[in-house]
Antibody, heavy 121, light 107 residues
Framework: EVHLVESGGGLVKPGGSLRLSCAAS????????MNWVRQAPGKGLEWVSSISSSSSYIYYADSMKGRFTISRDNAKKSLFLQMNSLRAEDTAVYYC??????????????WGQGTLVTVSS | DIQVTQSPSSLSASVGDRVTITCRASRSISTFLNWYQQKPGKAPKFLIYAASSLQSGVPSRFSGSGSGTDFTLTISGLQPEDFATYYC?????????FGQGTQVEIK
């Protein structure tokens, strides 16, 4: 069974940093692209970033470019999101999601339960 | 970026009803359109990919259709567990973008 578990969320001050992790199990992690998708409280879904299976292709939403860095460790079956220069508008539940397409930024067939990031002074 | 617009934003329906949600893309996306269901406090669940292909394990009362710019999600015979918010999402080009969601409520 595919299982994705995010961690690392919490309360951080504006301008601060946070590193999210996503532990994968139940499938061949190294064969799949992965994504981060977020959802602000009471709002819709917003794609954040994607990374292909071998990390050759990496994409970001415009509002995250230069502030967020996606990475993965296939040996540890883990996905990461380093978030710097955080703003109040980054407050959201962050989901990691598996992507069957080869380059990432495709569609999302399995999702983790999410981790809440709150940016507030 | 390709904009994706859903309608309606919410609807009320009864158990057993046939429900249709539409999604319109700002330009042609062939059949690169996907659908998700989300219940309060839960992660989204993947329902349909490539406009009309049902994900494994999804009940057959869910169906999708369309191509180009106009798409529909139909639930034939609404069940109590189907009351949720539904999102469409285009995967034609990066960034992938979602519709704003359609909340299906109990009448």
């Amino acid at each position: 069974e595919v299982h994705l578990v995010e961690s690392g969320g919490g309360l951080v001050k504006p301008g601060g940093s946070l590193r999210l992790s996503c532990a994968a199990s139940g499938f061949m992690f190294s064969d799949y692209s992965m994504n981060w998708v977020r959802q602000a409280p009471g709002k819709g879904l917003e794609w954040v970033s994607s990374i292909s299976s071998s990390s050759s292709y990496i994409y970001y939403a415009d509002s995250m470019k230069g502030r967020f860095t996606i990475s993965r460790d296939n040996a540890k079956k883990s996905l990461f999101l380093q978030m710097n220069s955080l703003r109040a508008e980054d407050t959201a539940v962050y989901y990691c999601a598996r992507d069957p397409t080869p380059y990432g930024g495709g569609y999302f067939d399995y999702w983790g339960q999410g981790t809440l990031v709150t940016v507030s002074s | 970026d390709i904009q994706v617009t859903q309608s309606p934003s919410s609807l009320s329906a009864s158990v057993g009803d046939r429900v249709t949600i539409t999604c319109r893309a700002s330009r042609s996306i062939s059949t690169f359109l996907n659908w998700y269901q989300q219940k309060p406090g839960k992660a989204p669940k993947f329902l349909i990919y490539a406009a009309s292909s049902l994900q494994s394990g999804v009940p057959s009362r869910f169906s999708g259709s369309g191509s180009g710019t106009d798409f529909t999600l139909t639930i034939s015979g609404l069940q109590p567990e189907d009351f949720a918010t539904y999102y469409c999402q285009q995967s034609y080009s990066t960034p992938p973008t979602f519709g704003q969601g359609t909340q299906v409520e109990i009448k």
